[in-house]
């Protein structure tokens, strides 16, 4: 579903991302964990079309993002690290722009705005200004906008941030959903707890190169940490490869 083939960024003499070839199934909920600087965003906005890789492809359910790019981006559910938003709408006028923009029908609109916006907590605030929303409201808005046209990829940075501990669980369980109904996961976090107990297999990236990738197990195989907590595998293969 996503497919990275000698994906590279690189600024002047500096390689953000190094040559980097991975391949996520549908379905699959896929951890894409690393250091400060590794790359992980830079990878994520490539993989969303934001930025546009120096070499190599990225393939979004078979659609070279490159070569024919708003049919690409009308399979993926974007969502940033940071929620930048239109603060002068209020968050029922936002969904809707969003949803123009992805030519979301009306009639649809309608019932999928009303969904998402109950899913998130967010329904007594819909005609709020968005202006006064807390950042852990823009962070569920920003998440119910990128549901609405149902995509097939969601591609998100950092899902947790300036989430409480009930809005955690809730996007914990909502991802578990959406794959199940073969939805792909691409998820970039520094949150190690959550990656190791919803992603089937994560990816850890280091200076711009993918260093290691499965499933936890083969982490700690490949650490030669049996056993061990996700964090303490991360910091082993990270310090291995510097």
Not at 40 to 51: E, S
Request: aromatic content about 8%; hydrophobic content about 40%; charged content about 25%.
């Amino acid at each position: 579903m996503i497919e990275l083939k000698s994906l590279t960024k690189k600024y002047s003499n500096y390689k953000a991302v190094d040559d980097l070839n991975l391949f996520v199934k549908k379905g699959e909920i896929f951890g894409f964990i690393g250091p400060n600087g590794a790359g992980k965003t830079t990878t994520i906005k490539m993989i969303g079309g934001i930025l546009a890789p120096s070499a190599g492809t990225v393939h979004i359910a078979g659609i070279d993002i490159q070569q024919e790019p708003e049919k690409a981006k009308s399979k993926i559910g974007f969502i940033p690290d940071r929620p930048y938003l239109y603060e002068k709408l209020t968050g029922r006028e936002f969904l809707k722009f969003t949803a123009d923009l992805y030519g979301v029908p009306n009639d649809r609109f309608n019932h999928k705005a009303q969904q998402n916006l109950e899913m998130f907590s967010l329904a007594d605030w819909s005609d709020d200004l968005i202006e006064s929303y807390s950042h852990g409201m823009k962070q569920r808005l920003i998440m119910s906008a990128a549901l609405l046209h149902d995509p097939e990829v969601i591609i998100v940075d950092e899902p947790m941030v300036g989430l409480d501990p009930m809005a955690i669980i809730m996007v914990k369980d909502l991802f578990k959903r959406l794959a199940q109904k073969g939805v792909t996961v691409f998820m970039s976090t520094h949150t190690l707890a959550v990656a190791e107990d919803i992603c089937e297999r994560i990816g850890v990236i280091h200076k711009g190169q993918l260093i290691a990738s499965g499933t936890t197990a083969d982490l700690q195989r490949e650490a030669n940490v049996t056993d061990a907590a996700l964090e303490r595998v991360f910091l082993t293969l990270t310090t291995n490869a510097n």
